[in-house]
């Protein structure tokens, strides 16, 4: 059995409404992966529901940095109670909103959500991946690569192998709320200490996800040692 931690981005759970075709299909692939005897954590992130409310704060008051993180807090909330509903026959019942607290993890499914300002998802990602013995962090996203550069630019290289080293020169040490990094900057810090490999990909592309669970060739940046 194998303890499997996946962060998935708000923007797959809601793009612009609640993507249900999707979520049909992403639970399936879990429960899959369960009744192969896998455990699974999932934790959802904010997306674009975040920024578009943080955003709104932004234009409409004077808001400190705490505020906007709450708001972002909230959004990955939402999002995991959803995810909590799909899955109330395997999963535990309490979404996990402190991943330092004791956790009586007895189902097959885990979900959690934000914690508290000045943290990201990819933080609490990495953070129980290191608390239930994980070797890795399945971050799916709306990009299919890390690049070298905006992938929008001409030229922008894909990279499908990274260091943290390399990795952590290219995004910095600080996290803000609705910072766009293909992982958080300070979970990257926790994550090399721990000597966790993250592997980053295009969450849309479900088939390309199963082969990455099921250990054949994918298409993905793989981030380690």
């Given amino acids: 059995m194998s303890v499997i931690v996946i ?8 793009p612009d409404k609640i993507n249900t075709s999707w979520i049909r299909k992403f639970a399936s692939l879990v429960r ?12 959802t992130g904010g ?7 943080q955003n ?3 234009k409409t008051g004077n808001l400190v940095r705490d505020d906007l993180d709450w708001l972002g807090i909230h959004t990955t909330r939402l999002n995991a109670h959803l995810f909590r509903a799909i899955f109330r026959d395997i999963a535990h019942p309490n979404i996990i909103k402190d991943p330092t607290k004791a956790i009586p993890w007895k189902k097959k499914v885990l979900i959690a959500a934000g914690w508290k ?10 953070l129980l991946a290191k608390k239930f013995g994980a070797k890795e962090v399945l971050n799916l996203s709306n990009i299919d690569y890390v690049y070298d550069k905006d992938p929008k630019l001409k030229g922008a290289k894909k990279l499908p192998l990274m260091s943290w080293k390399e990795f952590r020169k290219m995004v910095g040490n600080t996290w803000d709320p609705g910072l766009h ?17 993250v592997v980053i990909m295009d969450g849309t592309d479900l088939p390309n996800v199963e082969k990455y669970l099921v250990g054949q060739k994918f298409k993905g940046t793989k981030i380690e040692k």
Wanted: charge should be positive.
């Fill in 47 to 53: 997306g674009r529901t975040a920024r578009l409310y």
């Fill in 32 to 43: 899959k992966q369960v009744r192969k005897g896998n455990k699974i954590i999932l934790v």
């Fill in 56 to 58: 709104a704060a932004r």
């Fill in 7 to 14: 962060s998935v981005g708000g923007s797959l759970i809601v």
């Fill in 181 to 197: 990094s293909p992982f958080d900057p300070v979970a990257s810090r926790i994550a090399q200490k721990a000597k966790l490999k």
């Fill in 117 to 126: 300002p000045g943290w990201s998802t990819d933080y609490i990602s990495a």
